[in-house]
């Protein structure tokens, strides 16, 4: 009876001890996705359109600097309200978290214009 229950003791500890390992490699690895990908931010860029236009889009992501949102905008079809694609994302100029101030005037104009 004493061995028996030493051997559950040990296969017990075994299980608790390799659980934590477990959980604590999975942890790290969490660490190490949002090390890569950055932190959720919104992001506002300046981007001219396929046949002529430009606009602010804004994207919400996990990003380490802004400027990672241009490969995300770069050649996206743009969906009008009623489902139709009008535009495609010919060239994306520069991106800033919402918070800041474009450099360029004209997309600094472009901003103040749109209601956010």
């Known amino acids: 009876m004493t061995t028996l229950k030493l051997i559950f003791s040990v296969t017990l500890a075994i299980l608790v001890v390799s659980s934590s390992f477990a959980a604590n ?11 890569a990908t950055g932190t959720k931010m919104t992001v ?6 396929r046949g002529g236009g430009d606009d ?3 994207v919400i992501g996990d990003f380490k600097t802004p400027n990672q949102a241009k490969g995300i905008l770069h050649g996206r079809k743009v969906i009008k ?3 139709t694609i009008n535009k495609s994302i010919f060239k994306v100029n520069e991106c800033v ?3 800041e101030q ?15």
Do not use: D, P, W
Not at 25 to 35: C, P, T
Not at 102 to 116: C, G, H
């Open 102 to 116: 474009f450099s360029s005037s004209r997309a600094k104009s472009l901003n103040n214009s749109v209601a956010r």
């Open 81 to 83: 309200m009623n489902g």
């Open 25 to 35: 490699a999975e942890e790290k690895q969490l660490q190490k996705h949002v090390g």
């Open 44 to 49: 506002k860029c300046y981007v001219e359109y």
């Open 97 to 99: 978290e919402s918070t």
């Open 56 to 58: 602010i889009r804004v």
